[in-house]
């Protein structure tokens, strides 16, 4: 415990850290927000015009020298805004830099340009991205693409007051999807020379400011975004067939009335990975106003026609949700997530798998619809993909759920709530929440014991078939449940709750259907209440063991 006090404070520590302007058409300017500088009495910001670098805008020529130019040349006066007039600009990498504002207005598309192939030197015109970091002793403990920002279509590092803002379209059609295979068009290799994974990349940035554009196919991530201070995401429509946005080691952050559909992966994912060399948690985090799917064909999110998967069309594990992990080394904390809508996608996952401290989460009004997972997924596990000298088992405490409405949950699995043997889930509370599930289960489901895979992936699939048709709830510690109700489409042999090693656990006004199991299996538990419910007579329980109420 001496050794797991030491870490705590190692990782809160560590987490407390003039040129010419081209002119620009009236109209256009008209389309840019009003400039603060100037509504105080200021100089207004330059305005930099891509094409008067050397852009064309035409969709065929690479336009990336030019825009790099312009860039360069807002940087270098200082600071300013650069302007992407309506057109096509087909790109490799652009380098972000301080205090340079880039604004996509209506009609414009940045078009990343198409990767070399395999056994290829270079892409699209004989251009490349620019080569990813070389290896760290660091990078085993999180996938290839958490690791690498350069190889991007945008990218920055240890930046400051930057910003992309507009109505415009960033499309990733050239960069890869961090696999050897893809959904359509040729197959790119992630770790070759040369091509790119990432729509927009950010390392070490504060003060930063994405608003307003959309992305279309962002590669393996639309955004990654490592250890960036100071953050605001704000009415973005992300469409795309990896991540939509991985917040990853960040802290204070708002992300608010952004679209995500991202039926082969997470939608919004907050990490804190060891990307950076070290566990820092992402911390005072707040999401809200957010739309997540996983249903709908790739692009008819962007363009409003919302295309559902058929039968003829290749199906998607419908991902799309809002989940804290899985690289999860420095921790969650102070996170809130609310007013959020979940449709045709996976439900919301909290995780602490690699060292994590995940507490003081408050989750709250969220409606589900139609899922293919459980609507809540907490897990705090031992796979601990990390220095093995500073990671041990991290905590999951303190989290506030309510107001909570789903519609249609999966048959096979309720919601999976568990710790470890020794490291239990503490101090949870769940309150008006109301879960309709499609029901009727098999009666072997009855008997079903899910394993413990305390190191492997946390996902709930590996998990089976649950027990029980509402919650399965292991190994945690004071939990409250108030007015929480469960009902079944279908009718369902299962019990609503599976409790077992838990260790004070009060339930009120909880309504749930009997089924042929009654409404609460218990199995090694202690203090228990159940209070002023329909699911069963009011109860008060030192210790059971084995028994349906």
């Known amino acids: 415990m001496k050794a797991f006090s030491a870490m705590r404070r190692d990782m809160l520590r560590t987490g407390g850290v003039g040129a010419v302007a081209a002119a620009l058409p009236m109209a256009s300017f008209a389309a840019l927000a009003q400039d603060p500088s100037a509504a105080a009495g200021g100089a207004p910001q330059a305005i930099f015009n891509v094409r008067t670098y050397g852009a064309t805008g035409d969709g065929k020529t690479l336009d990336t020298a030019g825009v790099n130019r312009a860039i360069e040349a807002a940087a270098a006066s200082g600071g300013g805004v650069v302007v992407f007039p309506a057109g096509t600009y087909l790109c490799f990498s652009i380098r972000l830099k301080s205090q340079v504002r880039l604004h996509l207005e209506q009609g414009s598309i940045i078009l990343a340009a198409d990767s070399p192939l395999p056994g290829q030197q270079t892409g699209y015109g004989g251009g490349v991205y620019d080569a990813a970091e070389p290896k760290t002793a660091w990078d085993a403990y999180q996938d290839y693409g958490h690791n690498h920002w350069h190889n991007s279509l945008l990218w920055g590092e240890d930046l400051h007051d930057l910003s992309i803002t507009g109505p415009g379209l960033i499309w990733g059609k050239g960069l890869s999807r961090g696999f050897s295979e893809s959904v359509d068009g040729p197959s790119f ?3 070759q020379p040369g091509v790119g994974n990432k729509a927009i990349a950010l390392k070490n940035c504060r003060n930063v400011i ?3 554009f959309s992305i279309l196919k962002g590669g393996h991530f639309g955004l990654l975004l490592t250890g960036v201070d100071n953050l605001t995401i704000d009415n973005l429509k992300i469409d795309t067939d990896r991540d939509g946005m991985d917040i990853d080691c960040c802290q204070n952050v708002r992300v608010s009335n952004c679209t995500v559909n991202s039926p082969w992966d997470d939608g919004i994912c907050p990490k804190s990975s060891f990307a950076l060399g070290y566990a820092r948690p992402t911390k005072n985090l707040t999401i809200t106003n957010c739309y997540v799917s996983g249903y709908y064909q790739l692009g008819t999110v962007l363009d409003g026609t919302f295309k559902k998967f058929s039968a003829d069309v290749w199906a998607a594990p419908c991902t799309g949700r809002i989940k804290c992990g899985t690289e999860s080394n420095g921790g969650f904390i102070n996170v809130t997530i609310s007013n959020c809508v979940f449709e045709g996608c996976q439900g919301l996952a909290l ?11 408050a989750v709250s009004n969220i409606t589900m619809r139609d899922l293919s997972s459980p609507p809540l997924f907490l897990r705090l596990g031992a796979r601990l993909r990390g220095p093995k000298d500073r990671t041990w088992v991290g905590t999951m405490k303190r989290i506030v759920i309510s107001n909570i409405a789903c519609y249609n949950a999966p048959r096979k699995q309720g919601c999976i709530l568990t710790g470890i043997t020794g490291y239990p889930i503490e101090d949870l509370k ?16 009855v008997k079903a014991r899910p394993a413990e895979l305390e190191g492997d992936y946390p996902d709930p699939e590996p998990f089976g078939p649950m027990p029980a048709s509402g919650f399965y709830l292991r190994h945690m510690r004071n939990l409250e449940m108030s007015h929480v109700e469960i009902a079944n489409t279908t009718t369902d042999p299962r019990p609503a709750f599976y409790l077992s090693d838990v260790d004070r656990a009060d ?5 749930a259907p009997l089924g042929t199991a009654g ?30 109420l």
């Open 351 to 361: 995780e602490s798998v690699d060292g994590a401290l995940l507490e003081d989460v």
């Open 507 to 511: 339930f009120f006004a909880v309504t």
């Open 189 to 191: 290799i992630a770790e």
């Open 210 to 212: 994405l608003r307003d």
């Open 519 to 548: 409404a609460f299996a218990l199995h090694n538990v202690k203090n228990l209440r159940i209070g002023w419910s329909r699911a069963a007579a009011d109860t008060n329980l030192s210790s059971v063991d084995d028994k349906v």
């Open 430 to 445: 769940l309150a008006n929440i109301f879960i309709e599930t499609k029901g009727g289960a098999p009666a072997e489901y």
